[in-house]
C-alpha cells in the first residue's frame, strides 16, 4: 500500500522561508509525478507545483519565483522549498504521487504565515 509522509510545515513571519518534505512509500514503482496542492479555508484545493520524474516542472502563477519543487528520485521524494512567504499561502499543503494509473495523497502539513 503507497503511503505518503509529509513534513515542514508550521507557522513563518511574511517574508520567512519553509521547505516541506513528501517521501513515498510502499510502491514497487516510481511516481510518474509528484507534486503539492494546498487548500486554504473555505477555497477549493489548488496545485501549487509538480514534477515529473524527469524534473520537468510546472507551477501556479501566484508562487513562481519564490517556490521551487524538487525531488530525489532515489528515495521517492519530492520537497517544496517556500521562499518569500506571504499571508496568502497560509494553507494545509498536500503532497500527491501519480504511481500508474493511481493517485496517492498524503495527509496534509499546515503552513501558516502570520506576524
Known amino acids: 500500500q503507497v503511503q505518503l509522509v509529509e513534513s515542514g510545515g508550521g507557522l513563518v513571519q511574511p517574508g520567512g522561508s519553509l521547505r516541506l518534505s513528501c517521501a513515498a512509500s510502499?510502491?514497487?514503482?516510481?511516481?510518474?509525478?509528484m507534486g503539492w496542492y494546498r487548500q486554504a479555508p473555505g477555497k477549493q484545493r489548488e496545485l501549487v507545483a509538480t514534477i515529473t520524474i524527469g524534473g520537468s516542472t510546472n507551477y501556479i502563477d501566484s508562487v513562481k519565483g519564490r517556490f521551487t519543487i524538487a525531488r530525489d528520485n532515489a528515495k521517492d521524494t519530492v520537497y517544496l522549498q517556500m521562499n518569500s512567504l506571504k499571508p496568502e499561502d497560509t494553507a494545509v499543503y498536500y503532497c500527491?504521487?501519480?504511481?500508474?494509473?493511481?493517485?496517492?495523497w498524503g495527509q496534509g502539513t499546515q503552513v501558516t504565515v502570520s506576524s
Open positions: 510502499g510502491s514497487a514503482f516510481r511516481a510518474n509525478v
Open positions: 500527491l504521487a501519480v504511481i500508474g494509473k493511481g493517485e496517492y
